[in-house]
């Protein structure tokens, strides 16, 4: 039959969609500096296997983007309210004295929990300001923030281990899990080769998420969102209710970014509270546009391979930068590559509504 | 006559299909050359060369050599082709929704102060208003269009979007080419002739224009010269006093068309859907107390001047604009407009502006034609505990899908093809596809066969008569296309100023049409 599919086409046609400027660029940058690391006689296999932890931990917080870019609400901005919610529910775990996988999971109930109620008013507000969802994100963000400040500060939790030493009244900054569930997804399944240690226990966490979004899409309410977020005219004229259909999506990424933040903060150790929300946004939005996504639409791949190639050279500046420069440089350069590559695909996305 | 524009020997193709095989192809200053060509011949990819437009940049380029006013040209973009003199209307609109009719028409040749001029330079000059407003009402008013300056292009419909872009180009005074891509296709027959003798005017100032139209009449009346493209060649070119139409289509599609005619009947059946007092308010498109009855089994045309409601009615049953009134569908009063319950109950509509509700632009041929019957009715599911999270059964929807790229003849490399790679006469096609496979009862069909070639054409309108007789749909057909509603209609009501004026059938005389139109009150015979 003539309109079958011919192979080799496809596959140049998809070279050329996955592989796009700023991945080149990040890709050469990242290869210089795993040569330098290597000429520094660095240890590539730790490098290695932290680098997959890295992955992982931030990778969860990337997808939970993927949602509302597809239903057309735009990039994620406000996602501290999702941190927040998972944040929330980590404290109530560590209140409870939860431990273990037990805690882990517990934790991961109650951010589920909150993080559904907040993504519904979350949700509810993005549906007002349609066609400004980013910019408004972003002050939902930065307003929800001090509010919880507020709220951190006067919560009754009774949990000494997370009260400020002296007064015994409202939660530290840092609140250690060494004696909940630090590590615990990191230290699950560890698979030994030599030197190398694969965190398969967490990558299976990751895999599965993976899986679940993917298998979402292909789901008749994920269809539904995909066409809202391409065409609403269309959807509209084919009997989808938008506001209800953005609606699951801010909610679904709001909850995956619950998730996120529970996996990130055990590897990480802390819970961090106050202002650390506020920042942790863009590093996740520049590794989903890294990955390839024009902010229009995004694929599971495009926020593992963002994420991985973002990761990465955050994880090889320090100590490269730490031998042949000044120490200072890496957070310099950091900022330069977070900030730069959102600038650049929102330039791109201009360029491109230009040529319409 | 000098050649203003000399093509040699152009290729182009788009990773490695070509679009274009060795074109020559000239127009004289003052001239009228006409372009035809099926869907998918190549009309449009010679149009984005000639305009500079950076798809074409972006694909590669192109081989060959196109001169213009004897010097060799090579475009990167748009505002190299115009500062050189050439213009454009486009099929697809090139306006700015935000801006006012008045500010689209003088974009980047506006009227300034003088004084600011002297003192700030030309590009920081204060923009003189009223002026602009004045020559672009000039502009609009000759092609006999009163419109107020001041209205934002996203608030008019498409034909007067159309208005607009041709007044743009009207109203330069350096435009040594026009290129016009199927300017007349969004108008009615009224408004096409108009601006036939526009054209016809403007090639006596000593403007080259190359028309291109799917209209083969309109080519015949005004072209000097007619070059006739099919699957990226130059098959055929005819000068004036040797076109004829019959000709032209033949060398178009490679073969003759058959025309689709629908056997006369009388329907006299219970109605279906009942409107009482119904209005739309559709901006540019209202419709205003509307009483009509739409019988089982009957294909009903709806005809009316741009702007008089035509297109509103099934925008309206879809809930996209506020209504009022009573609706009686099947002898159940229908209480709110909600899209989803109408396609459930087994109502559709299907748009008029293909390109912006029509498509799902980046999705494949498949999930296209699945979309709708699958949201709505859940039909091509998969079963599974929750309907809302089930996934596409491909083991039924490939052999529909591909009985549909059969039965239409939808020209596509796979079914997994983007549909924005289409060309608009597929696009089509796969609109009606989608409607169909939702198996509504009631079809609303909006100007279907717009910017489609003859031999698509005849295609879409046989595939109506087709499943209105074999499967008892019922159609509603809003077209301006007069021909087409007498060929496929048993009854055809003309509206005016958003009510039924009048009610004919397919065989009146022209005249009673014309008459009707116009709002006037001939001999009564209603049907």
Not at chain 2, 306 to 321: D, E, I, N, R, S
Not at chain 2, 500 to 510: A, G, M, R, T, Y
Request: charged share 20%; hydrophobic share 45%.
């Amino acid at each position: 039959m003539p309109w079958r599919c011919q192979g080799k086409q496809g596959w140049t046609m998809m070279f050329n969609n996955l592989i796009k400027l700023p991945q080149l660029i990040i890709s050469v940058f990242l290869l210089v500096l795993i040569a330098v690391a290597w000429l520094l006689q660095m240890d590539m296999a730790t490098l290695f296997n932290e680098s997959l932890v890295k992955l992982v931990m931030n990778g969860v917080l990337v997808m939970s983007l993927i949602p509302m870019l597809n239903a057309g609400v735009g990039l994620n901005f406000g996602l501290p309210v999702g941190i927040i919610g998972g944040l929330l529910g980590m404290c109530l775990a560590v209140n409870f004295r939860m431990t273990g996988f037990y805690g882990f999971c517990m934790a991961l109930l109650f951010s589920l929990a909150i993080c559904a109620a907040l993504g519904f008013i979350y949700g509810l507000i993005l549906n007002r300001v349609k066609g400004r969802e980013e910019i408004a994100g972003t002050f939902i963000g930065f307003s929800f923030i001090p509010f919880m400040n507020f709220f951190w500060t006067l919560v009754p939790f009774q949990n000494r281990e997370m009260l400020y030493p002296i007064g015994g009244q409202g939660l530290r900054p840092k609140i250690s899990l060494e004696n909940y569930f630090n590590h615990i997804l990191d230290n699950f399944c560890v698979i030994r080769l030599g030197d190398l240690e694969i965190p398969a226990g967490l990558l299976a966490f990751f895999a599965l998420l993976g899986l679940f979004l993917y298998w979402y899409f292909h789901t008749k309410v994920g269809r539904a969102i995909i066409a809202t977020g391409e065409n609403e005219a269309f959807s509209k004229l084919s009997g989808i209710n938008i506001s209800r259909t953005r609606l699951t999506a801010v909610i679904i990424s709001t909850v995956i970014a619950g998730v996120g933040i529970c996996v990130y903060t055990q590897s990480y150790g802390f819970i961090q509270l106050y202002d650390e929300p506020l920042s942790m946004a863009f590093p996740a939005i520049s590794a989903i546009l890294i990955g390839g996504s024009t902010g229009k639409r995004a694929f599971v791949f495009e926020a593992v391979l963002g994420t991985y190639l973002l990761q990465s050279i955050y994880l090889l500046t320090v100590p490269v930068a730490n031998q042949l420069l000044i120490p200072e440089l890496t957070e310099i350069l950091r900022s330069f590559i977070t900030y730069g590559i959102i600038l650049y695909a929102l330039l791109v996305r201009e360029t491109r509504r230009d040529c319409r | 006559m000098e050649n203003i524009l000399q093509i040699s020997h152009l290729n182009k193709s788009y990773n490695g299909i070509p679009a274009l095989k060795n074109v020559n192809l000239s127009v004289r200053a003052g001239e009228i050359h006409g372009l035809v060509g099926a869907n998918g011949s190549g009309k449009t990819t010679l149009m984005n060369i000639l305009f500079g437009q950076p798809v074409i940049h972006e694909t590669g380029g192109y081989q060959g050599e196109i001169a213009f006013a004897g010097r060799r040209i090579e475009f990167k973009n748009c505002s190299q082709a115009i500062s050189c003199g050439i213009g454009m209307v486009h099929q697809e609109f090139a306006l700015i929704p935000d801006l006012t009719v008045a500010e689209n028409i003088k974009l980047g040749r506006e009227h300034t102060l003088a004084f600011t001029d002297r003192l700030l330079g030309r590009q920081f000059s204060y923009i003189d208003n009223r002026h602009d407003r004045a020559s672009s009402l000039q502009a609009l008013r000759k092609l006999g269009i009163e419109l107020d300056p001041d209205i934002k292009i996203m608030d008019l419909s498409i034909n007067l979007k159309q208005f607009v872009e041709i007044a743009r180009e009207i109203d330069r005074t350096d435009l040594r080419l026009l290129i016009l891509d199927e300017p007349t296709a969004v108008l009615s027959q009224d408004n096409s002739w108009m601006l036939l003798e526009i054209l016809r005017e403007m090639s006596g100032r000593g403007i080259g224009i190359l028309f291109i139209s799917h209209r083969l009449e309109e080519i015949q009346a005004v072209c000097d010269r007619v070059s006739v493209l099919r699957d990226g060649e130059l098959v055929a070119r005819y000068e004036k006093n040797h076109i004829h139409i019959n000709q032209l289509a033949r060398d178009m599609i490679g073969h003759s068309v058959i025309k689709a005619a629908a056997g006369k009947r009388k329907i006299e059946a219970r109605p279906l859907i009942t409107f009482r007092k119904f209005s739309v308010a559709m901006p540019g498109e209202e419709i205003k107390n509307l009483d009509l009855n739409v019988y089982e089994g009957e294909i009903i045309g709806l005809t009316s001047l741009p702007g008089h409601g035509k297109l509103a009615l099934g925008y309206g049953m879809m809930g996209l604009y506020p209504v009022a009134g009573e609706v009686w569908f099947n002898n159940e009063r229908i209480v709110r407009m909600d899209a989803m319950d109408n396609i459930v109950k087994g109502i559709y509509a299907l748009p008029d502006d293909r390109q912006g509700l029509g498509i799902l632009a980046d999705q494949s041929l498949e999930n296209n034609i699945v979309f709708t019957a699958n949201q709505a009715k859940n039909m091509f599911s998969r079963s599974s505990l929750f309907p809302f999270l089930s996934m596409l059964d491909h083991r039924r929807t490939v052999p529909h899908v591909e009985k549909m790229v059969q039965d239409f003849d939808i020209k596509c490399a796979s079914f997994k093809q983007k549909v924005r790679e289409l060309s608009g006469g597929n696009q089509q096609k796969v609109c009606i596809a989608r409607a169909l496979t939702a198996e509504p009862r009631l079809l609303f069909v909006a100007e279907p066969t717009r910017g489609v070639d003859i031999s698509a054409r005849e295609k879409i309108l046989s595939m109506l008569i087709e499943i209105n007789r074999t499967r008892n749909m019922t159609i509603v057909f809003a077209s301006s296309e007069l021909d087409e509603l007498q060929r496929v209609c048993d009854r055809i009501a003309v509206m005016v100023q958003g009510k039924i004026f009048k009610i004919l059938s397919p065989d009146s005389p022209e005249v009673d049409f014309a008459l009707a139109l116009s709002g006037e009150t001939g001999m009564d015979d209603d049907v």
